[in-house]
T-cell receptor, first 115, second 112 residues
Framework: AQSVTQPDIHITVSEGASLELRCNYS??????LFWYVQSPGQGLQLLLK??????LVQGIKGFEAEFKRSQSSINLRKPSVHWSDAAEYLC?????????????FGAGTQVVVTP | DTEVTQTPKHLVMGMTNKKSLKCEQH?????MYWYKQKAKKPPELMFV???????INESVPSRFSPECPNSSLLNLHLHALQPEDSALYLC???????????FGPGTRLTVL
């Protein structure tokens, strides 16, 4: 069955420390991959996307992601976390064959930043 | 302009009321989406419009009625809702196949 898995429901990180969020997918072919961030009660903001090509993808707000085809994963990283990075992070997958651009979301990872 | 706007930001309604949510984008996107998001859950797709035609209805109850008056506007008409329909309703738009979706800030709906 097709699925998107974010194994970590909740992560606590100290300000200034590095952050890595995991996302695994299970699809027949390599899908389009997205990372979104959502602050409480707000809409989703796209951090980065991967379609093909270079497996290291740079995003906004200092985030980057590494795509690993062999592991069916795209993990999100930030070298030094700021207090404003506290939010919900959602991995999403889109199929190249889907005409409507539908996305399947993972369950999300809540990131808490401590002083 | 890469913005999707939604009005109102907050809405409180009774179970007998009729209200509407509005979404607007001026990016020339051909696809527009309505999502429902409950607390601490990912967004759930409700409807997809493509070229102003309803393309996907994810088995949403008829008390939710979408409408796409033109390529920039998307409405969600609400009638006889239940308290369990209380949620954040998100609108998004995209070019469609393979493109990222741009999300609005959402409407926080409370049904009393």
């Amino acid at each position: 069955a097709q699925s998107v898995t974010q194994p970590d429901i909740h992560i606590t990180v100290s300000e200034g420390a590095s952050l890595e969020l995991r996302c695994n997918y299970s699809y027949g072919a390599t899908p389009y991959l997205f990372w979104y961030v959502q602050s409480p009660g707000q809409g989703l903001q796209l951090l980065l996307k991967y379609f093909s090509g270079d497996t290291l993808v740079q995003g906004i707000k200092g985030f980057e992601a590494e795509f690993k085809r062999s592991q069916s994963s795209i993990n999100l990283r930030k070298p030094s976390v700021h207090w404003s990075d506290a939010a919900e992070y959602l991995c999403a997958v889109g199929l190249p064959t889907d005409s409507w651009g539908k996305l399947q979301f993972g369950a999300g990872t809540q990131v808490v930043v401590t002083p | 302009d890469t913005e999707v706007t939604q009005t109102p930001k907050h809405l409180v309604m009774g179970m007998t009321n009729k209200k509407s949510l509005k979404c607007e984008q001026h990016m020339g996107h051909r696809a527009m989406y309505w999502y429902k998001q409950k607390a601490k859950k990912p967004p759930e797709l409700m409807f997809v419009y493509s070229y102003e035609k309803l393309s996907i209805n994810e088995s949403v109850p008829s008390r939710f009625s979408p409408e796409c008056p033109n390529s920039s506007l998307l409405n969600l008409h609400l009638h006889a809702l239940q308290p369990e329909d209380s949620a954040l309703y998100l609108c998004a738009s995209s070019q469609g196949q393979g493109d990222e979706q741009f999300f609005g800030p959402g409407t926080r709906l409370t049904v009393l």
